[in-house]
């Protein structure tokens, strides 16, 4: 079988891992020599893409991981409730995951293993790929939560947006605001905006 059709059999939509390519019997050389003819492009520490495959940026870091998360300002970016651009990539993965390769350009959030899949629902990229992102409810108290991460000037519209949202759940909101123990700081701003 040819190199390039046993790589689209293991690949995740055009995307490979160099592990990947080992484990099937493709060799570092094949690689080198693919990237070399342009049938194929390095994306990423130890992730490869055919070369028809526009980078997506946001799908990449959950190629590499299956326990990335992307949460804070990104999650409100990502669901619709801001139109600001992040300026850096917010991913949460569980405590004591590492890979410092990965995150030199996000700021990673740690958190317990068993509250790390709360709240996780899969949203479509720009490119049609799909991403894990917390639902508004758990983004919403979660940056009351972490002072450090808040931002008024973010975090006000959102809110007002996610109020009035035909798809509000306020039972979901006051949940998960026990969850973080932020139920005594969202109650002012709920109480404005009802």
């Known amino acids: 079988m040819e190199i390039m059709q046993k790589m689209r059999k293991f690949s995740n939509r055009g995307y490979f891992s160099l592990k990947q390519c080992l484990e099937h019997g493709v060799s570092r050389y094949d690689l080198k020599n693919l990237e070399d003819s342009g049938k194929i492009k390095k994306v990423n520490y130890g992730l490869y893409a055919f070369a028809n495959v526009v980078e997506d940026e946001y799908y990449i870091p959950q190629v590499l991981s299956d326990k990335v998360v992307y949460s804070n300002e990104t999650a409100l970016y990502l669901t619709g409730y801001s139109d600001l651009l992040p300026e850096i990539f917010t991913v949460t993965v569980p405590k004591g995951y590492h890979s410092k390769k990965m995150w030199q350009n996000f700021l990673v959030r740690q958190t317990p293993a068993e509250l790390l899949n ?9 490119y049609s790929n799909p991403l894990k992102v917390y639902c508004i409810e758990r983004t919403l108290c979660e940056l009351l939560h972490s002072r450090k991460d808040f931002n008024k000037e973010r975090y006000i519209p959102a809110l007002q947006r996610y109020m009035a949202s035909k ?28």
Do not use: C
């Not at 709360?118 to 720009?126: D, H, L």
């Not at 798809?167 to 404005?192: C, G, Q, S």
């Open 118 to 126: 709360e709240g996780v629902q899969e949203i479509q990229s720009f």
């Open 167 to 194: 798809d509000r759940k306020i039972w979901k909101l006051t949940d998960y605001a026990r969850m973080f123990n932020v139920e005594n700081k969202i109650r002012p701003y709920l109480e404005v905006l009802i």
